[in-house]
């Protein structure tokens, strides 16, 4: 993995997210978006290796990110969802709904997280 | 009434007599005889004992017992006459008879009718002291009425031998009359207060009647055949006398037998309506009364009965709903004969109480949810089918309510497990990177800004649970209206707003009289004014120069309507549905929030019975609040 794109409205949960990824492994480039929106903008320049995505942000929130993502762009890179709540089995079910959305976490990210998501991207990788 | 009139026959008849004698038509006299069959005393008796009775049944008892006591002393006497067979000198007491009818010396009463009179005084005597009707004045009267219906059935009977014809039947017609009308009178005169049925005293008069002229007849009937035994032989098997005798009895017997099962089922029939009407009337005081519609119609969908609750449901007045189709009421009740039919078909008995749901239609047009229940009615020659029908809107209304409701408390347990949860979450991350920071040496420096970042996710956290208490006291709190001083409530909510973000910024231009004073609830009344202001304070626009704030509040015919404007962010164009909404927020990046402020707002003024809308501006936003008219206390 060589960059991340982070998208969260909350600022500490970006704080968070940054840290443990420069943590878990200094060379990957941190992308950030405040909103679904500011991804999409983003998105259309550059494909990163994988997008942490947050679900509940205002001005567009995780699902219609996931509903653009998926109709306007041909390549996708690997989403992981961040869930502020793994109880909400509705939510989960939905974001899986999308082949390009391979987990989902519950917040906060945890280098733990990062491991599983860096096995699951390799194993991707390998299928392609 | 009737009571009344027999009285006023027997004065008139009997003053008509007298008139006749004081007139002294001889040419009369010789043509109708009969007439003069009634003496001047008798007459001068009738007109006293129809006053007595009428006086009696006008009240005046004193008056009536008076007369009645005269009248009763006179024929008596005349009684006494008869019997003891001496002159007491008052046959002609007040006329010299210029005629004589029939075997009395001449202007003496006969006697039968002379014991009429003494008994029809005493019945009016009797009452007259007891001031009601009694057991004996009907027995007195039944008597008189005995006696002067077997002399009028006398003279029916066998008018050429009329004052001869029976002992007892010596007296003439008219007063026989006079006496049938008098004793009637008084018979059934408040017969009811006794607890008899007039039929039934009217069906043992006729009866005993009947019963008295049997008995005379065969009294008559041995008499006659001691004269004329050789006219009637005897013959085998017995005689023409007890043939006769025989049929009498048996006739009398069967009469007397028709009567009691006349009159039983007379009574039986009578109970019966009387149980018919009664339970017609607990059936129609039920219909009448109840919420329910009930409506009757017969195959064809006509309209045969509706009870006044339909007319509330309908607004029909019942006239207009009868004799018309029932789709008049109930446009699609087709459905209901489909229904109707395909449970006929199947079998099924008309499935009676099965609830089914139409649209009602209403005199003015609108339409309504109804419940509509159908029972048919199989009679002997047609079908009916009766329905209840329930306006249901009400029951509507509050489910739909319901689940608003319910979706808006799903919608919110949804949104606070999330926003109670996502400051925690953040805060167990950044604990966690402490840890990590401390174990790598780091210093007091380094981590004094995740620590402030723990302390900001915190206040978030204790900024919505706030806000949450609020909603919950706005929703459950009653209080009552206290007097508010509107300027000064403004001024006081500003200086507390102060310490905010770009609190010290904006310029805020109040305009409201100083006078000016409200009678609210006073928590719901400020928790408007504070999210009025501190929304136009915390969304200003950081890139203008001067934020501005414009506060105004008047009254526009009785309703109070509060203002505020500012040149801030606004709101982007078409988000103004979501404004209101729970957990909405628009400029997020800008100032925390729950989320929750312009709803708490809303039902703030919603609960306060008012309305509050934003209007967009080139610049800005203003939010109006309109409270309804103050009640008047």
Known sequence: ?128 | MSGMLTGWISIVVGTAIMALWLARPMDLALAAPVLFAMQFNTALCFVVSGAAVCLLLADARRMSMLLAGLAALFAAAMLAEHIFAIDLKIDRLFIQPFVTVGANPAGRMAPNAALCFVLINAAVILSGLLGRTSHIRVVLAALVFLISTSALLGYLLSISTAHNWLPLARMSPQTAFCFFALSTGLIFTGIERLGYHPPVVAATLAAATYFLLLTLTYVELLRQEVLFTQELPASEHGNARSTLLAVLLMSGAVYACLIIYAFRSSERSRKMALQLSESRKRLAAIIDTAVDGFITIDQRGTILSVNPACEAIFGYPAGEMVRQNIKMLMPHHDDHKQYAASAERTGMVAAAGAVHELEGQRKDGSTFPADLSVARIDLDDQVLYSSVVRDISERKAYERDILDANAELEEFSYRTSHDLRSPIASSLGLMSIVQDMIRQGAGVPELQPVLSRIDQSFRKLDHLIQNIILLTRTKMMDEPESTIPVAHTVRETLERLRHMDGGRLSTVHIDIPDTMVVRRKASRFQIIVDNLLSNAIKYHDPAEQVPEIFVRASSVKGRFVLSVADNGLGIPPGNEPQLFQMFKRFHPQHAPGSGLGLYILRKSVEHLGGTVAYRRQDKGSIFTVTLPEEKRR
């Not at chain 1, 690997?78 to 391979?102: C, G, Q, W």
């Open chain 1, 1 to 128: 993995m060589h960059s991340i794109l982070t998208v969260d409205d909350d600022e500490n949960d970006q704080f968070i997210c940054t840290y443990t990824i420069r943590r878990f492994d200094p060379d990957i480039k941190v992308l950030k978006a405040m909103n679904g929106l500011e991804a999409l903008n983003l998105l259309r320049g550059t494909t990163p290796d994988a997008v942490i995505l947050d679900i509940n942000m205002p001005v567009m929130n995780g699902f219609e990110f996931l509903e653009h993502y998926k109709k306007e762009f041909d390549t996708h890179a690997p989403v992981v969802a961040m869930l502020t709540s793994s109880h909400h089995a509705a939510d989960r079910e939905r974001a899986l709904r999308y082949d390009f959305v391979k987990s989902y976490f519950e917040k906060p990210l945890t280098p733990e997280n990062l491991r599983v998501m860096s096995v699951l991207l390799g194993k991707e990788k390998h299928r392609t």
